[in-house]
């Protein structure tokens, strides 16, 4: 079982920079992928990254890739997500999620533990 939170987001303007982390319970967190997804209102909440066990695959979505950076640190039990550049677009709750799979999945529902998410905005 795996618990995780997230804190970080707020309220930013357009061009600026903010990071989210991702804090996880459990002696177990080395062996679980996690990805970062998001949610902005009225739409389906989708992928933005994910990270391997050991921290040396991501991958990314299109739309976020060279401005978002992925990495975690299993010591701290803590994923994080910095976000540069930021656009409007990238308004959303982002969800910090942990997969049991034993592949590098994209897909949510590959995703076995779920956060309660934390809100980003950016204004224009």
């Known amino acids: 079982q795996v618990q995780l939170v997230e804190s970080g987001g707020g309220l930013v303007q357009a061009g600026d920079s903010l990071s989210l982390s991702c804090a996880a319970s459990g002696r177990t967190f080395s062996s679980y992928v996690v990805g970062w997804f998001r949610q902005a209102p009225g739409k389906e909440r989708g992928f933005v990254a994910r990270i391997n066990w050991s921290g040396d695959s991501t991958y990314y979505a299109d739309s976020v890739k060279g401005r978002f950076t992925i990495s975690r640190d299993n010591a701290k039990n803590t994923v994080y997500l910095l976000m540069s550049s930021l656009r409007p677009e990238d308004t959303a709750v982002y969800y910090c999620?942990?997969?049991?799979?034993?592949?590098?999945?994209?897909?949510?529902?590959?995703?076995?533990?779920w956060g309660q998410g934390t809100q980003v905005t950016v204004s224009s």
């Open positions: 999620a942990a997969s049991r799979a034993p592949y590098t999945p994209t897909a949510a529902r590959s995703y076995d533990y």
